[in-house]
Each structure stands twice: as C-alpha cells, then as structure tokens.
C-alpha cells in the first residue's frame, strides 16, 4: 500500500511517519510538505535512507504538484497533517490559514476523486468545538457537539472538516476525520506551550503563561494520536468522525510548574502576560467512540510522557536550538516583545 503523509516535516507528522514505517514495513510512505517555518527537513533524516520512504517538497495548494504525484505514486491512502497550525500567528495572519488549511484540503480531495483512493483522512482538532466552561467538569465533547470556533485556526479546521464530510455525501469521496486533543512529544516545534517552556526553562529566560494560567487543555502523548490514525485508516469506517483524546486534563500554570519541577528551575521564571485574544477556557475530548468501536485507548501516562518529552529535548538541543536561532528570534520579539 502507499500512504502519502502531507506535512511530515512537521510535529505529528513526522511522528506518524516513524510509527507506520516501524508497525507497517512493507507499506511505502510518501511525504509531501512544503517545508514552511514549521517544517524541518532534518527531522526526517532518520528514514531518509528507507527505500519504503520518498520526500517531495511541494505545497498542498499547487494542483498542478499535487496531480503530478498522485500521477507518479498511485496512492492508496492519504493522510492530511498540511496546516497552518499555531493559533497565536492565526490571530496575526488568518489568511495564510485560510489558504493551507481550506483550499489545500480541496486541493488533495479534488486530486483524490480524479484518481482514485481507498482513503482519504483528515487529521483535525478538538478546536473546531470552541471551549467548555471551567466549572462544568461534568461535559465533554462529542462528534456530536457542534462546530462552534473561537480563532481563525479552529475556523479554517472547521470549514477544511465540513468540506470533506460534504465532499463525502456528494462525491461519495471515501473519508474519515479525526478530531484529536493538544498533542504534545518529541520534534514539537519550540512556538507551541510545553517546548516553548522547556527552552526558556533552560535558557533562566521568563516563562510567558497567557492571562491567569488557569485554561484547561486535554493532553496527549503524540504517539498515543499516532496509533489511533493508523486504526482509523485501516480499520474506522466512511464517513466518519472519531473524537481522540486522553481524559488528561491539565491547567496551562499546572504544566509550567511539572516542567520547571522536572528541570529543576525556580518558579520564579514563571511571568503572567497578556492573554491571548478569544482564548478558550477549557478543551476535553469524550473519546467513547474511538475506544468503542476501535478498541484505541491511550498509553503514555502525561507523568511518563512529560519526563519522556523533556529528556528528548535535553538530548536534542541541536534540532530546537537551530529552530529558536532563525525566524523565530524575530516571531518571538514581535509576539512576546511588549505583553
Ligand atoms: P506543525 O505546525 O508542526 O507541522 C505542519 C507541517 O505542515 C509542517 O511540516 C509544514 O511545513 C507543513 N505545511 C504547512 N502548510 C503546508 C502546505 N500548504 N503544503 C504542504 N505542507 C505544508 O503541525 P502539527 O502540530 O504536527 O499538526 C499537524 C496536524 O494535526 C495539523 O493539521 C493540526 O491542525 C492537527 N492537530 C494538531 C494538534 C497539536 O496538538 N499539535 C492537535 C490536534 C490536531
Ligand atoms: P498552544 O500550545 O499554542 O496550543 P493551543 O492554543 O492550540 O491549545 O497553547 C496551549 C495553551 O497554553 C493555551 O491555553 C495557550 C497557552 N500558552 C501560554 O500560556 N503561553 C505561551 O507562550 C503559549 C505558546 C501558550
């Protein structure tokens, strides 16, 4: 089977990549990204060298790159990580998200029903259900809660998800769409809350935690979302959605202080600035569905995958190091600069 992983250079990507290579050997993987500030050719070096694998640097939105490969590799499944991803540059820049997100999305479905899949999979985000209240631990939220979005990344999300369920009644476009909680592990890019704090925890630099820390987000070891997409893709049904998360919920003030703990580093480095604009309270995902019908449920206890995501850090500081030394310096100056 070829499976064709459109951004692969990014976080979860990249992630997803190394486990359908390891758990499927004999499938190839095909990765199409187009490496903007948040993709990293290096992170892939690992399977470089794999015959099962192939890297095209292209961008989702070209059709015209998009039909050719489609023409080269005949896929059977595709897997859609491409995105804009960090809500804090959408509140800055909507359009760049509106473009990768939505009118990529078309791009590959339209690509998808000219040639012919198995498979098409949208990987998505608990964010295209706005928030929850704070003092309703009670509610979670469901594939049947309904799509309610605070930024122009969960809005860009929300149209891409709508896009491929229509794209599914009229076409009959075989797809599935999994909503999953706030990822966290190894190649997460430093821009994101708990490798942005690991990198200032190390540097003795402030530690910006937006409002009152008090926001609540459902946390997920990235291999545990790994696992359920690989299930989706084989073994979830047309037409789909399947909500992904681990019953893991954690203030953002809670997570500062584990990480300043685990480095051992005062909390006095933790500085309280401005919040961030529409910020949602609280994220919790029901993952009833998935578990049910799947059998999928997470593995990495956050104690276990917390410990696990810093070590990587502290072994990897070439790959974040090279990261925070380029536009970054300029993106964090203007963003975090005068909160
Ligand atoms: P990321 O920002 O780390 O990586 C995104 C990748 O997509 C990069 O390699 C980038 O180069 C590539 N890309 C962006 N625009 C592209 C385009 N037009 N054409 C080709 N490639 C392009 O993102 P991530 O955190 O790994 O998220 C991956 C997917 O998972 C996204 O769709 C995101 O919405 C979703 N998601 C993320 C989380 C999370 O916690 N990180 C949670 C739920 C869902
Ligand atoms: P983030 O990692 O950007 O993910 P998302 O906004 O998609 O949930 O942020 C996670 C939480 O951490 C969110 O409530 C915003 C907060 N946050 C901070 O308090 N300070 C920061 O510097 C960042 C990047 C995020």
Redesign the pocket.
Known sequence: MTIIV?????????NFIFYELTKHPQDRIVC?????????LSTLSPVMDNPQFRFVK????DRTAVDRLFEEEKPDIIV???????VDRSIEDPEAFL???IL?TCALMDACRKYGIKRYHQ?????VYGDLPLDRPDLFFTEQTPLHTSSPYSSS?ASADLLVLAYHRTYNLPVSIS??????GPY??PE?LIPLMIANALADKPLPVYGKGENVRDWLYVDD?CKAIDLIIREGKEGEVYNVGGHNEKRNIDIVKIILKELGKPESLITYVTDRKGHDMRYAIDPAKIHHDLGWLPETHFEEGIKKTIQWYLSHRDWWETIISGEYQDYYEKMYGNR
């Open positions: 459109t951004g692969g250079a990014g976080f979860i990507g990249s199409l990204d187009s490496l903007t500030y948040a993709g990293n292209d961008d989702i939105t859609n990580f491409a995105a804009e991803t960090h473009k990768a997100n990529g990987v998505s985000t608990d964010e999300k909503r999953c909680s706030n990822n966290y997460q890019f994101k979302h």
